[in-house]
C-alpha cells in the first residue's frame, strides 16, 4: 500500500471556523491532489501539485487554499467553512500525473462535517 | 456539467454471474479511462485501464471494453464475488484533464 496518511480522519466543525486537512506521505511522489466525493458527484478535483511550492486549481477549488512546502506534506485548508463543504476528502498521490497514466494512490479519506 | 457519466447508481448480481458497470463520456478529447474500486471507509484504489487505441483490456476476471463511436465503456466482472461488492468509479483523462464518474454501488449476493 502507498504510504498516505490523512488526518484528521473524521472532524465536526461550525460553519465560519477555519479548517486544516493534511495529507502525509512517504512515497517521495511529486504529485499530490486533493479531491472531494459527494454522492451523485463522484470525486472532483480541488487543488493540485506538482511539486513544492507549485499548485493549481480544479474543478472545485473555490473556498478551499492548500499549501506544500515539502514533498511529504500537502495541506488543505478552508478559511471558513459552509455547510456546502460537509463531504469526504480524499488526498492522492501520483508519481508520472494524471497526463499520463492517471493511476492515483489513494488515503483513506477525511470526513468533515460543517454544522 | 458531469463530462463522465455512470447512469446506474447500484446494480446487484449473484455470486458466480457476470457484473457489467456502465460509463459513458461526452468529452471526445479523453484518450485513457480507468475503474476504481472503492470500499467503505477506505480510499478508492485502482482496478483497470485502457486506452483509446485498444478496444479490450483484460486482467484476470476483470475486462474492460471501450467503445469510441458510441463514447462508451464498461467493466466485465467473471465470474463476481462477494469480495466484488464495492463502489465503482470510472474515470476518463484527456488535455491534461481527469474526470471521474459518480460511482456505482455492486452487491454480489452469495
Known amino acids: 500500500d502507498a504510504g498516505i496518511t490523512q488526518s484528521p480522519r473524521h472532524k465536526v466543525t461550525e460553519t465560519g471556523t477555519p479548517v486544516t486537512l493534511r495529507c502525509h506521505q512517504t512515497?517521495?511522489?511529486?504529485?499530490m491532489y486533493w479531491y472531494r466525493q459527494d454522492p451523485g458527484h463522484g470525486l472532483r478535483l480541488i487543488h493540485y501539485?506538482?511539486?513544492?511550492?507549485?499548485?493549481d486549481k480544479g474543478e472545485v477549488s473555490d473556498g478551499y487554499s492548500v499549501s506544500r512546502s515539502k514533498t511529504e506534506d500537502f495541506l488543505l485548508t478552508l478559511e471558513s467553512a459552509t455547510s456546502s463543504q460537509t463531504s469526504v476528502y480524499f488526498c492522492?498521490?501520483?508519481?508520472?500525473?494524471?497526463?499520463?497514466?492517471?493511476?492515483?494512490?489513494f488515503g483513506e479519506g477525511s470526513r468533515l462535517t460543517v454544522l | 456539467d458531469q463530462q463522465v457519466k455512470q447512469n446506474s447508481p447500484s446494480l446487484s448480481v449473484q455470486e458466480g454471474r457476470i457484473s457489467i458497470l456502465n460509463c459513458d463520456y461526452t468529452?471526445?478529447?479523453?484518450?485513457?479511462f480507468l475503474w476504481y474500486k472503492k470500499y467503505p471507509a477506505e480510499g478508492p484504489t485502482f482496478l483497470i485501464s485502457?486506452?483509446?487505441?485498444?478496444d479490450k483490456n483484460e486482467d484476470g476476471r476483470f475486462t474492460v471494453f471501450l467503445n469510441k463511436s458510441a463514447k462508451h465503456l464498461s467493466l466485465h466482472i467473471v465470474p463476481s464475488q462477494p469480495g466484488d461488492s464495492a463502489v465503482y468509479f470510472c474515470?476518463?483523462?484527456?488535455?491534461?484533464?481527469?474526470?471521474f464518474g459518480a460511482g456505482t454501488r455492486l452487491t454480489v449476493k452469495p
Open positions: 492522492a498521490i501520483s508519481d508520472l500525473g494524471t497526463v499520463s497514466t492517471g493511476e492515483l494512490f
Open positions: 512515497e517521495n511522489h511529486r504529485y
Open positions: 501539485s506538482y511539486g513544492v511550492k507549485d499548485t
Open positions: 468529452n471526445s478529447m479523453f484518450d485513457y
Open positions: 485502457i486506452s483509446s487505441i485498444k
Open positions: 474515470a476518463a483523462i484527456g488535455n491534461n484533464d481527469m474526470r
